[in-house]
């Protein structure tokens, strides 16, 4: 079935340090890439999404590539700061019966240090 | 700013009972989701529905069922609650065109069967 896997499942930086996390999925029809930021005990919030038409798209000190040959797509956040410290998902769209849903990946838990 | 509402936010069941998880969105979206969040696992998608009455099993439906009697309703059900079903769930919705936009999550509930 389709899956999203993301690496690494946990990541610690030095503040100002960059970060990488990785996905790859499997569904070559997936067109759409959201992230997502989680803290401890609150809900996931969106920060940063990309569409299959585009291949780079950045906001401030966070970044998303996307490689559609290698089903590929990385997250990317530069200077980081200790309250970048969460767990990130990314996920990939999938159409499904009557509407699109997305799959998830396992989750990076970003430890920043100060 | 939409809100996702999930009723309660710490659940204690016993085991067999009958558990009502409730999640109520006030922007007219017509894609609802529950998925359950698993250190290590990520978030897995149980049931979704786009649109009143509609329903789709996601990736591990079994014990679970979901009832969407309104739009901006979206029950999930587990019919004889398990210790397996100790976890975290999250409802999401969105208005999601094309499978644009990403979710709004829910704060979610914390149920524990004991």
């Known amino acids: 079935g389709e899956n999203v896997e993301q690496h690494p499942s946990t990541l610690s930086v030095q503040e100002g340090d960059s970060a990488v996390i990785k996905c790859t999925y499997s569904?070559?029809?997936?067109?759409?890439f959201p992230w997502y930021k989680q803290e401890l005990g609150k809900r996931p919030q969106l920060i940063i999404d990309?569409?299959?038409?585009?291949g780079e798209k950045k906001d401030q000190r966070i970044a998303v590539t996307l490689n559609k040959t290698a089903k590929h797509f990385s997250l990317h956040i530069t200077e980081t700061q200790p309250e970048d410290s969460a767990v990130y998902f990314c996920?990939?769209?999938?159409?499904?019966?009557?509407?699109?849903?997305?799959?998830f990946g396992t989750g990076t838990r970003l430890k920043v240090l100060a | 700013d939409v809100k996702v509402t999930q009723s309660s936010r710490y659940l204690v069941k016993r085991t067999g009972e009958k558990v009502f998880l409730e999640c109520v969105q006030d922007?007219?979206?017509?894609?609802m989701f529950w998925y359950r969040q698993d250190p290590g696992l990520g978030l897995r998608l149980i049931y979704f529905?786009?649109?009143?009455?509609?329903?789709e099993k996601g990736d591990i439906p079994e014990g679970y069922s979901v009832s969407r009697e309104k739009k901006e309703r979206f029950s999930l059900i587990l019919e004889s609650a398990s210790t397996n079903q100790t976890s975290m769930y999250l409802c999401?919705?969105?208005?999601?065109?094309?499978?644009?936009?990403?979710?709004?999550f829910g704060s979610g509930t914390r149920l524990t069967v004991v």
């Open positions: 569904d070559s029809a997936s067109n759409y």
């Open positions: 996920a990939a769209s999938i159409k499904g019966w009557g509407t699109y849903k997305y799959i």
């Open positions: 529905s786009y649109d009143v009455k509609m329903k």
């Open positions: 999401a919705s969105t208005s999601g065109q094309g499978g644009f936009g990403g979710y709004t």
């Open positions: 922007m007219d979206h017509e894609n």
């Open positions: 990309i569409r299959s038409n585009v």
